[in-house]
């Protein structure tokens, strides 16, 4: 679309010159995120504050050009590619700790804070922020409240949304709603940061949050169980859940991953195993978080792991989450593309899941890598292919189809922390629901009529209305 140069002067009165950018190189370096999704935008707008992101939406809004909020790009679904064109709206000038309260655990922060710059300095403090994206070094708070990420501490800990306990949104009009702060207990009228949490930047630009802290946990064991059989580790993490313990951590690897971390790392991993489960427990009493892991290694040992190591150093530790970290970039050794799906299932289910993925991958002739946070029954299969050969991306269409099939069929859904974005849209409705997409689109309707913000993504589109 044509962003009128009266309009691009009205955008550079509200955020200075220098931070409106419309060169060819400068459009490219925003028409990317963590996919192999590609569309540039026509123009980017880099507001300082919360003000300069309602005067920008303000002018959008009334001219009705597209917005698309960005944190820092690391979305897995294409959930900030400009499809329709627009204006990209990168928070990351706006990376400031507003304010650590630590006699109420709280944290105010703009939206588009470094998630382990917010954890690197509350951890300093004795306090702890748990939500963990493997992508912490490279996603925002703001990113990660608009898609509810999860990670591998969020089996113990909860999820992102589960931690945001205010918001500061910019609606599609323009205008500042506030919601929430820091009182634990709030059921003053309808929970509109509910609302906000994983709505992808459709409903509202998240400008600030303040954030749930909790105690650090003083103690901290890490275990790396070795299988012989994929099928024995996905059993073996309900059975450690149903022993009573609940571990912070519990993340699988199959054996394509081992294998790539080790080229790219050189870590030591058993390469020759077919799965590993790299399990934590942490606490605050030393004594109970080695109890704790001995009883996890029993369990693994029962249900058939042939080598469970207790990291002996911090430096040990590290390296294995070092390991899981880079399972997602080591896997290009093996193919120029991927697509890494993000299904969740009953943990029940886990083991059923993992045989279905297996067999899909089997059937269609391409590998299919399974990762991820095992213990709260989020998987991340994902296809390795080479998207030149069109023979490949038809097998893989098909593919991705039955993987959503497999998750919805064994009680799951689509996304565990994802989000919808652009690439899981046309599986929507098979998940939730045509009564559930219309009552979306209503609320969609009643917040952004116009539908500049982030259209296209998370629903499908509604026939905007004139306003
Ligand atoms: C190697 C790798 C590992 C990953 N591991 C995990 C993981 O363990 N767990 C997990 O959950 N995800 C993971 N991800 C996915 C991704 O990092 C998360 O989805 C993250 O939350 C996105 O944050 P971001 O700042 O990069 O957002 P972006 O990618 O910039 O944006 C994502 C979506 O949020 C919207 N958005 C961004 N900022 C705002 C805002 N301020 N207001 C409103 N909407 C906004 C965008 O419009 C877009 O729809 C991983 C990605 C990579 C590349």
Redesign the pocket.
């Known amino acids: 679309m044509k962003i009128e140069p009266a309009l691009i002067e009205q955008f550079q009165a509200i955020v200075g010159k220098k931070h409106v950018l419309s060169s060819r190189e400068d459009l490219l370096c925003y028409s990317f ?2 996919t192999f999704a590609e569309f540039a935008p026509d123009l980017v707008v880099e507001p300082a504050d919360t003000e300069q992101v309602a005067a920008v939406i303000r002018l959008a809004h009334e001219h009705a050009v597209p917005v ?9 679904a294409a ?2 590619i400009p499809f329709g064109g627009g204006v990209i709206l990168p ?1 990351n000038r706006m990376r400031s700790i507003l304010e650590i309260d630590q006699e109420n655990m709280t944290a105010t922060v703009q ?2 804070l470094i998630t382990l710059d917010l954890q690197d300095k509350v951890e300093k403090l004795g306090l702890f922020y748990p939500p963990d ?3 912490n070094k ?3 708070i ?6 509810n ?4 501490r969020c089996l113990k800990y909860g999820v992102t949304g589960d931690y945001v306990m205010g918001l500061t949104v910019v609606l599609a009009d323009g205008r500042i709603i506030r919601t929430g702060g820091k009182t634990i207990k709030n059921v003053t009228g309808y929970n509109l940061i509910g609302l906000f949490i994983g ?3 459709t409903l ?4 600030e949050a303040v954030l749930k802290l909790v105690a650090k946990p003083s103690y901290v064991r890490t275990a790396v169980a070795a299988f012989d059989q994929l099928d024995d580790a996905s059993r073996t993490v309900n059975a450690v859940l149903l022993s009573g313990i609940v571990p912070a951590t519990m993340e699988l690897m199959d054996n394509t991953a081992i294998i790539c971390i080790e080229e790219a790392m050189h870590l030591g991993l058993p390469v020759e195993k077919d799965a590993i489960l790299i399990i934590e427990s942490d606490g605050f009493d030393d004594h109970v978080v080695q109890q704790e892991i001995d009883a996890i290694a029993s369990v693994c040992r029962q249900n058939g792991a042939s080598d469970v190591q207790v990291a002996k150093t911090e430096a040990e530790r590290a390296d294995l989450w070092r390991a899981r ?1 880079n399972v ?2 080591s896997l290009a050794r093996r193919a120029p593309n991927k697509l890494g799906e993000d299904i969740s299932v009953p943990r029940s289910q886990i083991p059923e899941a993992v045989r279905r993925l297996k067999s899909i991958s089997q059937r269609y002739g391409l590998p299919i890598v399974i990762f991820g ?1 095992a213990g709260d029954g989020n998987l991340h299969p994902n296809i390795l292919f080479d998207k030149r050969d069109p023979d490949q991306w038809g097998r893989v269409e098909k593919m991705v189809a039955e993987i959503f099939g497999a998750a919805v069929a064994l009680g799951g859904t689509l996304s565990g ?3 919808v ?1 652009t690439l899981k849209l046309p599986y929507l409705e098979s998940d939730v629901g045509a009564i559930s997409i219309e009552v979306q689109q209503r609320i969609k309707q009643a917040l952004d009529p116009k539908g500049i913000l ?1 259209p296209g ?1 998370s629903l499908p589109l509604l026939t905007p209305t004139a306003s």
Do not use: Q, Y
């Open positions: 995120d963590g698309i909020a960005r944190g820092m790009g690391s979305g897995l959930g900030t928070l939206a588009g994206p493997s992508s490279h996603s925002t703001g990113g990660n409240i608009a898609c990420a999860g990670g591998p709505s992808e930047g509202g630009i998240i400008t970290r997602s970039p946070h922390e994802h989000g974005g982030n993504k």
